[in-house]
């Protein structure tokens, strides 16, 4: 019979529980990944939160979460878990409320001033500027890549989730809800507009036009900045004139840029917007 050795008589003594604790709290993978419970708390109080500075509570949460995903955040990159199809719907609810608003508020407004006035409310820019006051960007579900480009402060992605958000409580709360919100949200904004009814570049071709000038030719003179938020320097230019050059976050906004510069220099006043 073979001799046990002491060694293998003697219990291994445990390792002391202090000891075992400090190794998992300084592990990397413990302090950079947090659990999936947690990031889920995470996003509830988000959502409970935006939820207050919007007045609305959603009887559904699962259309709030789908209206503040975005598709890089969607499981398997499904675009149906996204936002998109929220975005879709909620356009032409914005489109239908503010058309409504517009029609009661102005009366006497012909069909072109109603036009004006609506293609201004609901475009991109106000769409997202109003996503600014309520803080929506903070509530986003972005994948990482998109985050770290910047996304939540990104007017694309703010307008296309601002619409997202109504077509989400239309269908939570139906029509009655969604015209509430969007009063709540575009009623200022809609008995002061915050640019005028004809933009720049309207004003400079009928200034043109008036005079026998051709229409305004307007071309990219430099694009700076990063993919994700460039900047962009136009030219406009008139037979006999000196051209004129504004700058903006979109091709479109520094045509309108330009177009002003060029009227205020000729002493035609217009206050520009960004298009």
Known sequence: MRRR????????????REHGANIDAASPATKSAPSPASAGRRRAAAASALEKRIGYRF???ELLERALTHISAAAGGNRAASYQRLEFLGDHVLGLIISD????????????????????LVRRETCADVARTIDLGAAL?????????????RTAILADVCEALIGAVYLDGGH??????????????????????????????????????PTPSYQEVARTGPHHDPEFRVAVALPDFA??????????AA???????????EGVHADHGDG
């Open 101 to 120: 608003m517009l029609f009661r508020a102005f009366p006497k407004a012909d069909e072109g001033e109603l036009s004006r006035r609506l293609a201004d």
């Open 255 to 265: 045509e309108q840029a330009a177009a002003a510069a060029m009227l205020r220099r």
């Open 243 to 252: 051209p004129a050059e504004g700058v903006g976050r979109s091709k479109r």
């Open 176 to 213: 009655a809800q969604a015209a509430k919100l969007v009063e709540r949200l575009w009623g200022e904004r809609l008995r002061t507009p915050v640019r005028p009814l004809r933009d720049a570049k309207t004003m400079l071709q009928e200034w043109a036009q008036a005079r026998g000038l």
């Open 59 to 61: 009887k559904h949460r």
């Open 5 to 16: 050795r002491k060694q293998d008589t003697q219990p291994s003594s445990p390792l002391p």
């Open 141 to 153: 579900r972005l994948g990482a890549s998109e985050a770290h480009a910047g996304g939540r402060q």
